[in-house]
């Protein structure tokens, strides 16, 4: 049983209404600002397991976070899809052109990069985590400076949302990993999902054949990302997803991409949360 979990950020985070959301509510929080932290704090046994963002609808993949799960050998055991809105707020009583610098997580700058340019007169500045911009204004009592962070983030600290939702893409969603440092429980009948990550060597139609084989044992591939290998320039590392209907499929999958790939790893084996 999961009773304490790490997250990156401070509560009213993202990351904190996934916890709220995949957990029960009264799961013990470790706050952690950066997520090399998340992952020590597991690895530490702080924690029983971490949440970590992997993607964003709008700016695609934290490839940094696919790098720490695999060199810190860490377990996938969940996912969630959490629908992102980004809120600008500031202390009461102010409106747009009373704001002159923004705070935020470069993600979430980036996300709602759009709706700054009919300001120019606002200043972007990247801070470590949306919410605790949001804490650090209500305790400065600073005025003229905004955060965006969530509506949970504006209640939480008493600021005032000056714009709602003001992402580009309205539907704006991040995928959340649940990693822990053991493999899940999860009973086989309830494993439809699986990120694995694989090297090949570098001639036509290597990959290819690999995603020839996922097809024909009827898996279905959701996500590949290439990750270069720092040591070896010009070498990839592939981290792919796949879902399935009958776990014997991926079983027969997995032998022969053992066989057929180099450095073959399971990074974790779960429920498809879009199901």
């Known amino acids: 049983m999961i009773t304490s979990v790490a997250i990156q950020g401070v509560k009213g985070s993202f990351h904190h209404i996934v916890s709220q959301q995949y957990f029960d509510n009264d799961v013990k929080l470790d706050e952690c600002m950066t997520f090399d932290a998340v992952v020590d704090s597991v690895l530490n046994q702080r924690c029983d397991a971490a949440i970590m963002a992997i993607e964003n609808s709008i700016a695609g993949s934290i490839i940094p976070n696919y790098a720490l799960i ?4 860490l377990h996938i055991v969940g996912e969630h899809y959490l629908d992102i809105q980004h809120h600008l707020m500031a202390l009461p009583n102010q409106s747009i052109h009373d704001i002159k610098e923004v705070y935020s997580h470069p993600m979430a700058l980036l996300q709602c990069k759009a709706f700054f340019k009919q300001y120019p007169h606002i200043k972007l500045i990247e801070d470590i985590d949306t919410a605790q911009v949001a804490q650090r204004i209500q305790n400065n009592q600073t005025k003229n400076v905004a955060a965006i962070a969530s509506r949970l983030a504006a209640q939480l600290f008493g600021l005032e949302i000056v714009s ?112």
């Open 164 to 275: 709602e939702s003001i992402q580009t893409i309205k539907h704006n969603e991040t995928r959340f990993f649940i990693v822990k440092t053991k493999n899940s429980e999860i009973p086989k009948s309830k494993i439809n999902k699986a990120s694995v990550k694989f090297e090949l060597d570098h001639k036509r139609g290597s990959l290819a054949t690999i995603l020839n084989v996922l097809s024909d044992c009827k898996l279905n591939l959701t996500k590949i990302q290439s990750l270069p290998k720092i040591e070896t320039p010009w070498k990839y590392a592939f981290f792919v997803d796949v879902t399935f209907d009958d776990y014997d499929d991926y079983d027969k999958a997995k032998s022969i991409m053992k066989i057929m790939a180099q450095q073959f790893k399971v990074l974790g084996e779960y429920k498809n949360a879009r199901r």
């Open 70 to 73: 695999d060199t810190h050998n």
